[in-house]
C-alpha cells in the first residue's frame, strides 16, 4: 500500500506539473497578446489562481467535477485524482505564467526581429528561437515550483485522495501514533532531494559555460546536504529568479 | 536602364511615421533599382533606422505607401481601404528582404551554420542536405568556412556581422537592407564587413546600406541619399557629395564625419 502512496505523490505532482508548464505558457503567450479579451483573460486568471488558497482550488474543483470517475481513451481515473490533478494543475498554472513571461521577457527583441525579417511566423520564432533561450531562465524557478508541488501535492488529501500524506493519515487516525508522521516527512525529504539532484543536474547542462563547475553526482548530492535539500542557488536568494515568497503548503 | 518595364525594386512614395506624437519620417520618397546600391546618410536621430524597419514592416507606416518588386508591403487593399496584411503575408514579403542589423542578432544558441540554414529550412521549407551545402557556400563567400560549426559567443564582432551577412543572404532576397552594419564594431574589423559588403554591391546584389563609412560609399555606391529631420534633403552619387554637397546640412554633416 505504502509504495502506492509514493507512487500517487510522485505522478500527481508530475502530471499536475506538466499541466501547470503548458497552462502557464498558454497564459504567457495570451498575456502578450495584442487581442485585448485575450490579455485579460489571462490576467483574471492569474489573480483568481494567485489570489485564492489552493485548498479552496481543491475543494471547489473536486465539487464541481460530476461522476465516481474520469476517462481517458484507454485508461481512467478516479473523480478525486482527477479533481486534485486538475486544481494543483490550474493552480501552478498561473505562477508559471510569471515565470514563463520572465523567461521571454529575459530575451533580445532583436532575436524576434531577426526571426521576423527572415520570413519566419511566430510561432516559429517563439518556437524555435525564443523560447530554447528563455528555457535557461526559466527552468531553475520551474525547478522550484516542482520541489513545491511535490509537498503541497498532500494537500489533496482533503478530497479524499490516497498519496503519502493521507496514507499516514490513516495510519495516525486508526493508532494515535505519531511516527507515520516522521515517516512521511522522512519520504518527502527523499523526493526533494532526489529531484535537486537531477534538477542541478539540468540547470548544468543548460549553463555548462556559465558555471563551468562539473561536479559530480555525488558531490551534487553533498551540496544538497550542505546547501539545504531541494532548493536551488536562484531558489535561496529572497529575490531572486525562483525565490518569489510562497507559503502555500 | 530606367525603363519602367525593368521595374523597381523598391518604390517607397511619401512614407510617414509616427512615434505617438513625434513626427519621425515626414514623407520619405526613394526607388530603388534592381542591381543598384543606395547608401543613405544622415544625422543621428533623422529617422534612417526607422526607415529601413518600414520598408520590412518591423514598423508600420501612418502613411504613403512602399513596394517591393511592385507587391506592396504591410497593407492590402480591402473594399476601396486600405488595410494591414495578415501576418502570414507579410512574413512571406519578408522572404524577399534581407536585413542585417546593427547589433548583428545572431541565435546564440545555434552555430553560425545553423543560423544560416535556419531561414531556408524553416520558412523555404529547402532540404536540409541542401541547405547545408547553401550555407557553406555562402559562409565560405563572407570568409569563414571554417567557423561553421562555432557558436556566436565564440565569433568576434566583424565574425558575427558576416554570418548575419550570410543569414540574410541565405533567403535569396531581392533587396538587402543594413542598419549601419558596421557601427557596433571595433575598428579593426570594420574593413571585413565592408570588403564583404562591396563585394555583394559589385557583384549586382540591390541594397541600401546605411552607414556613415564614406570610403565604401565612395567605392560600393551608385547612390547617396541625405536624410535630415525625416525627410530626404539631398540625393546624387558619391562624387557629388564629396566634390559638390549644396545643402548647407550635408555640408555640416560631411565635414563632421570626413
Ligand atoms: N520605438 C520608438 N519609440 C519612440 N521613438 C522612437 C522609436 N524608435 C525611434 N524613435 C525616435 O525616432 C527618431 C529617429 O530614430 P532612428 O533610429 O530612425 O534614427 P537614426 O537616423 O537611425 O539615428 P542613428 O544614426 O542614431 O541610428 C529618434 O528621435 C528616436 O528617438
Ligand atoms: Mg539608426
Known amino acids: ?249 | 536602364m530606367t525603363s519602367s518595364l525593368e521595374g523597381l525594386v523598391l518604390r517607397a512614395t511619401e512614407v510617414h511615421k509616427h512615434f505617438g506624437r513625434l513626427h519621425i519620417l515626414k514623407g520619405v520618397s526613394l526607388d530603388v533599382r534592381p542591381r543598384e546600391t543606395v547608401c543613405i546618410i544622415g544625422t543621428s536621430g533623422s529617422g534612417k533606422t526607422t526607415f529601413l524597419r518600414c520598408i520590412n514592416h518591423l514598423e508600420k507606416i501612418d502613411g504613403g505607401s512602399i513596394e517591393v518588386n511592385g507587391h506592396p508591403i504591410g497593407y492590402r487593399m480591402k473594399n476601396g481601404r486600405l488595410v494591414e496584411d495578415s501576418e502570414r503575408n507579410i512574413s512571406r514579403q519578408r522572404t524577399e528582404i534581407g536585413f542585417v542589423f546593427q547589433r548583428f542578432n545572431l541565435f546564440p544558441h545555434k552555430t553560425a551554420l545553423e543560423n544560416v540554414t535556419e531561414a531556408p529550412i524553416q520558412v523555404r521549407g529547402v532540404s536540409k542536405q541542401e541547405a547545408i551545402s547553401d550555407a557553406e557556400k555562402l559562409l565560405a563567400r563572407v570568409g569563414l568556412a571554417d567557423k561553421k560549426d562555432t557558436y556566436p559567443g565564440k565569433l568576434s564582432g566583424g565574425q558575427q556581422q558576416r554570418v548575419a551577412i550570410a543569414r540574410a543572404l541565405a533567403m535569396k532576397p531581392a533587396l538587402m537592407l543594413f542598419d549601419e552594419p558596421t557601427s557596433a564594431l571595433d575598428p579593426e574589423v570594420t574593413g571585413e564587413v565592408l570588403d564583404v559588403m562591396e563585394e555583394l554591391a559589385h557583384e549586382g546584389t540591390t541594397m541600401i546600406v546605411v552607414t556613415h563609412e564614406m570610403g565604401f560609399a565612395k567605392r560600393a555606391a551608385d547612390r547617396v541619399v541625405m536624410m535630415d529631420e525625416g525627410v530626404i534633403i539631398e540625393e546624387g552619387s558619391p562624387e557629388h557629395f564629396f566634390e559638390s554637397p549644396t545643402h548647407e546640412r550635408t555640408k555640416a554633416f560631411l565635414s563632421k564625419i570626413l
Open chain 1, 1 to 249: 500500500m505504502f509504495v502506492h502512496a509514493l507512487w500517487a505523490t510522485v505522478y500527481i505532482s508530475i502530471v499536475a506539473q506538466v499541466l501547470g508548464i503548458i497552462l502557464g505558457l498558454i497564459a504567457a503567450l495570451m498575456r502578450m497578446s495584442n487581442f485585448r479579451p485575450l490579455r485579460f483573460l489571462s490576467g483574471a486568471y492569474v489573480l483568481v489562481f494567485r489570489g485564492t488558497p489552493v485548498l479552496v482550488q481543491i475543494m471547489f474543483i473536486w465539487l464541481i467535477i460530476p461522476g465516481r470517475t474520469v476517462g481517458f481513451g484507454a485508461f481512467t481515473l478516479k473523480q478525486e485524482v482527477f479533481a486534485g490533478i486538475l486544481a494543483l494543475g490550474v493552480n501552478e498554472g498561473a505562477y508559471m505564467r510569471e515565470i514563463i513571461r520572465a523567461g521571454i521577457d529575459s530575451i533580445d527583441k532583436g532575436q524576434m526581429e531577426a526571426g521576423k525579417s527572415l520570413g519566419m511566423r511566430y510561432g516559429a520564432i517563439m518556437r524555435r528561437i525564443v523560447l530554447p533561450q528563455a528555457a535557461r531562465v526559466i527552468v531553475p524557478p520551474l525547478g522550484n515550483e516542482f520541489n513545491n508541488m511535490m509537498k503541497t501535492s498532500s494537500l489533496v488529501y482533503i478530497i479524499g485522495v490516497y498519496e503519502l500524506f493521507s496514507d499516514a493519515e490513516q495510519v495516525f487516525s486508526s493508532s494515535g501514533n505519531v511516527a507515520p508522521f516522521i515517516a512521511v516527512a522522512f519520504w518527502y525529504l527523499v523526493l526533494t532531494s532526489i529531484w535537486s539532484i537531477v534538477q542541478a543536474s539540468i540547470e548544468r547542462r543548460l549553463a555548462v559555460s556559465e558555471h563551468g563547475d562539473e561536479l559530480s553526482l555525488r558531490e551534487r548530492a553533498v551540496a544538497v546536504w550542505t546547501e539545504g535539500g531541494g532548493v536551488s542557488r536562484l531558489g535561496d536568494w529572497p529575490f531572486g529568479a525562483g525565490g518569489r515568497w510562497r507559503g502555500r503548503s
